[in-house]
């Protein structure tokens, strides 16, 4: 039994997958409190749904693409079942975590967007460095920026780590309304880093405060 915040067909806003549509399985339950959090009615907001029933409510949106997100997916038990029904029916399955939970028993397949929490997060402290060492080619690893002293800390991150050699991008994405795109991305080009500058698409398209999207 999955505790279920939200399903809805949008457009994805982030990561490589940015524009396509896709169903988005939001679970409820999260244990950071990241100070720039825009989903904190995940927090609590939800309902019971067994994984048949998150399963059929996908089918019948009829999209390739799904996305399981929160809140913090990984801390319900039935996430893992969810994700192989959802791989077995053909879609493709793409989870956003927060990287302070292990990603390794995550399903073959599964397209993992894990974030790396910046000092500016207040949650930097609960990152989970051995999630590094389970990262793939298909992976994904995003780090939200909220200043100067937090993207240091993600290219430095980025450098020691070798990221853009070993996942399939790596995202740093500005904390919208805080911090600049454009002085986000001259630092990027001046440290020539082998990065994705990420913006959050959906809140261009309808309002930040939307949710749904």
């Given at each position: 039994m999955l505790t279920v915040n939200e399903i809805f067909h949008s457009i994805q806003g982030e990561s490589t997958y940015a524009g396509r549509p896709c169903v988005f399985v939001r679970l409820t339950a999260c244990d950071l409190r990241c100070r720039w959090c825009d989903t904190t009615y995940a927090f609590h907001e939800g309902r019971k749904m067994s994984v048949d029933e998150v399963v059929a409510d996908v089918e019948a949106r009829g999209c390739p693409t799904v996305e399981v997100t929160g809140g913090e997916p990984l801390l319900q038990a039935d996430v893992y079942p969810l994700m192989q029904r959802l791989l077995d029916s053909g879609k493709t399955v793409l989870i956003e975590t927060g990287g302070h939970r292990?990603?390794?028993?995550?399903?073959?397949?599964?397209?993992?967007?894990?974030?790396?929490?910046?000092?500016?997060?207040?949650?930097?402290?609960?990152?989970?460095?051995?999630?590094?060492?389970?990262?793939?080619?298909?992976?994904?690893v995003k780090f939200v920026i909220a200043d100067r002293a937090d993207y240091e800390y993600a290219r430095d991150i980025v450098q020691r780590e070798n990221l853009p050699s070993r996942v399939n991008a790596v995202l740093f994405s500005p904390v919208h309304g805080e911090l600049d795109a454009k002085l986000l991305s001259e630092w990027v080009i001046a440290d020539r880093l082998d990065v994705r500058v990420q913006l959050q698409v959906h809140k261009y398209i309808w309002s930040p405060e939307t949710r749904g999207v």
């Open positions: 292990s990603i390794a028993n995550v399903p073959a397949g599964v397209i993992r967007i894990m974030d790396v929490k910046c000092p500016g997060s207040g949650e930097s402290a609960k990152n989970d460095w051995s999630n590094l060492a389970h990262l793939t080619k298909t992976d994904e």
